[in-house]
């Protein structure tokens, strides 16, 4: 039985398009949209924010000097969360609807910047009860540790979660925790996965 629903965050709930973000930094840096995630990649400068191994400030610092990006901190933090678009991929109303039947937690990789912002303009996220972020944690999908950290949240045995990403590594990372998860599609497909479990959302 389906006691705890656990949805990731980024293209389950919030779409989002880095691209929008690359275009807005390559007006402000010395290098072309193209050519920022090249330069980033090597760096690990992202997956270390993401992971809670470097402060918001530092970094902005950090990844000023790797694009001499002329911008102030407060812009940054802007162009970095313009990539989200302002429509969920589920309905509000389906959220609801679930959140009145069993407890929701949110498991996702994020960082501070993104969060606060997320938290500030998507009030679909009052229906979380708890909620399970990479750089509070220390630890990013698909490693053991953050899906142990969403199970201890829901309090219950993993095989009692039910887990939607829409990346299939994570997908699997869940599984190989115990817990019931499947890769996202869309709102249709997961209402209709956890109408199977006995969950109806409308």
């Known amino acids: 039985m389906t006691k705890v629903i656990i949805f990731d965050l980024g293209r389950v709930i919030v779409p989002f398009d880095f ?3 690359y275009n807005r930094l390559e007006k402000l840096c010395d290098f072309p949209a193209a050519e920022i995630p090249a330069r980033l990649r090597p760096t690990g400068l992202v997956q270390r924010f993401e992971s809670g191994g470097v402060e918001p400030r530092d970094f902005f610092s950090q990844l000023c000097g790797h ?6 901190y407060e812009e ?3 162009i970095w969360s313009s990539i989200f678009l302002p429509e ?3 309905p509000e ?3 609801a609807a679930l959140a009145q039947q069993r407890p929701l937690v949110l498991l996702s990789n994020t960082n501070a910047i993104h969060f606060e912002m997320i938290r500030e303009n998507y009030p679909i996220l009052r229906h979380f009860r708890d909620f399970v972020l990479s750089y509070e944690v ?3 999908k698909p490693s053991p540790l953050i899906y142990q950290k969403a199970i201890e949240a829901a309090g219950c045995r993993p095989e009692e979660c039910f887990f939607t990403d829409d990346i299939e590594e994570y997908v699997l990372g869940a599984r190989q925790q115990g817990i019931d998860a499947v890769q996202f599609q869309s709102a249709a497909q997961i209402r209709e996965e956890l109408r199977r479990r006995g969950i109806e959302t409308a």
Do not use: E, K, V, Y
């Not at 694009?67 to 102030?72: D, I, P």
């Open 19 to 21: 691209q929008r973000g």
């Open 88 to 90: 969920t991929l589920i």
């Open 67 to 72: 694009l001499n990006l002329r911008a102030s």
């Open 93 to 95: 109303p389906m959220m």
């Open 76 to 78: 940054f933090c802007d």
């Open 138 to 140: 220390g630890a990013m």
